[in-house]
């Protein structure tokens, strides 16, 4: 049986970039090869916010770099994301 489920997620996401990421030098860098962010760091934060959103896997954002859950008990110290999801809501229907 196949069936079509309209999911409707609603949550935060506390992110800690690494200031690397987030100079003007590197968001202009990362303008030229990904998409315009008005040139701002809150831009490259709205973005690394969707991909958790777009992807099921969020340990890897393409332009930015690797991430992990803030309290992680083994830290990658390549990680340039550092993230913790709050206030999950998720909603469900099941479509005919």
């Not at 830290?75 to 809501?89: F, G, H, M, T």
Request: net charge negative.
């Amino acid at each position: 049986m196949k069936k079509t489920v309209e999911v409707t997620m609603t949550f935060e996401v506390e992110l800690d970039i690494a200031d690397e990421h987030l100079t003007p030098e590197s968001i202009a860098e990362f303008e030229s090869f990904m998409f315009d962010v008005g040139g701002s760091q809150d831009g490259i934060f709205k973005y690394v916010a969707s991909q958790f959103a777009d992807q099921s896997d969020p340990r890897f954002v393409e332009g930015v770099g690797k991430a992990e859950w803030e309290k992680t008990c083994d830290p990658d110290a390549e990680a340039a994301i550092k993230y913790q999801v709050r206030n999950l809501e998720v909603d469900a229907e099941v479509m005919e």
